[in-house]
Each structure stands twice: as C-alpha cells, then as structure tokens.
Antibody, heavy 119, light 106 residues
Framework: QVTLEESGPTLVKPTQTLALTCTFS??????????VAWIRQPPGKAPEWLAV???????RYIPSLGGRLTITKDTSKNQVALTLTNVGPEDTATYYC???????????WGRGILVTVSS | DIQLTQSPSSLSASAGDTVTITCRAS??????LNWYQQKPGAAPRLLMY???SRFSGVPSRFSGSGIGAHFTLTISSLQPEDFGTYYC?????????FGQGTRLET
C-alpha cells in the first residue's frame, strides 16, 4: 500500500523559512519514472504545483517562486523535504505531497498539512 | 507557463444526469491531461490520466477524452457522491499547472 504523510509546522511567522517533510512508503523513489511532488492549495483556490524530485535525482521547481524553494531527498528515511524561504501571508495554504507516476500524473496524495503564515 | 481554462466554473445537476466539464490548454499538450476530484477537507483524488485512462477504482461512469488542447471529462448517470470540485492538470511540461476548478453541486 502506497502512503505519503506530510509533517512540519502549522504556523510560521513572516520572513521565516518553512520546512516540510514528506514520509512515504510502499514504493521506491529509485524506480524509473517515479517522483515525489509538493503541491499547495490556498484556501478556496486551485492546487498549485511547487516542485518535484525525480527517481534520477533531477528536480524541477515552479519558476514563479523565484528560487525560494529547495527540494531534497533522504533515501535512508524514505523522505522528501521541501523548504520555502522568506514566507509571507500569500504562502498560507494546505501543502500536499504526492507520488508522481510516469508519465506525470499524481496518483497518491498525502492528507495535507495546513500552514498558516502569521505574526 | 501553460494555462488551463475549465468551463463551466460551477454547475448544478441532479442524480441520473450526464455532465461534461471542459478543459482548454493554452498550447498543445498531446494527451498529457489528468483529472482530479476533490471533496471538502480532502486531498484531490486522481480520476483520469493521459486524457482517457480511468485510474484504478474509478467508476466506469467517468470518462475522459481529448488531445492537443481541448479535453473533456464526462460523468454519466450522476450519483450523489459525485459532488465536489473537479480539476484538470497538465503533465506535459514544467511548471505543471492545474485548471481553476469546476464545482459540481448535485
């Protein structure tokens, strides 16, 4: 059974760095075509893809966040982490991690974590 | 970035109806178009991938079609549990984008 679970802070102050972790099980990120993606959804809005870590260690980011994002992998722990620097109120959202399956759909999602940016 | 425009933004239908949601891409994306259903408080759920392939466990009343830049999701014989918001998503090229959503009320 494939599962993913997000963890991290639920409240972050403006200008701080948000650090989230996705712990997954039931599949290997080393399998060709696999990836783990981060997607966020502001309240009442559509999902927004943020970043993906691929099986071959390639990574992609959404350009509009201007380099504020970093995605990393810890193979020994089956985890993919996301950091977002210099957060602001516009970063308030539910953050999901999801398995990316070839050729690119997200077939299994975590439950999500609601992160609020507020002083 | 590839923009995805869904129509309608919302619709109301009754059990037994057939509804169609459209997703138009701002450029050609072959068949790299996926559909998700989302209910309040839950994560999106994959329904269709590569435009017309039904994901495991998805009822056969859901069907998808299209190629290039015009895609549709059709739900036949609507059931009460089909309410929610539907999103299209392109996996053709990064950044991978979503449509703005179609809210289906039954």
């Amino acid at each position: 059974q494939v599962t993913l679970e997000e963890s991290g802070p639920t409240l972050v102050k403006p200008t701080q760095t948000l650090a989230l972790t996705c712990t997954f099980s039931g599949f290997s990120l080393s399998t060709s075509g696999m990836g783990v993606a981060w997607i966020r959804q502001p309240p009442g809005k559509a999902p927004e893809w943020l970043a993906v870590f691929y099986w071959d260690d390639d990574r992609r980011y959404i350009p509009s966040l201007g380099g504020r994002l970093t995605i990393t992998k810890d193979t020994s722990k089956n985890q993919v982490a996301l950091t977002l620097t210099n957060v602001g109120p516009e970063d308030t959202a539910t953050y999901y991690c999801a398995r990316r399956h070839r050729p690119g759909y997200f077939d299994v999602w975590g439950r999500g974590i609601l992160v609020t940016v507020s002083s | 970035d590839i923009q995805l425009t869904q129509s309608p933004s919302s619709l109301s239908a009754s059990a037994g109806d057939t509804v169609t949601i459209t997703c138009r891409a701002s450029q050609h994306i072959s068949n790299h178009l996926n559909w998700y259903q989302q209910k309040p408080g839950a994560a999106p759920r994959l329904l269709m991938y590569v435009a017309s392939s039904r994901f495991s466990g998805v009822p056969s009343r859901f069907s998808g079609s299209g190629i290039g830049a015009h895609f549709t999701l059709t739900i036949s014989s609507l059931q009460p549990e089909d309410f929610g918001t539907y999103y299209c998503h392109q996996s053709y090229t990064s950044p991978y984008t979503f449509g703005q959503g179609t809210r289906l009320e039954t």
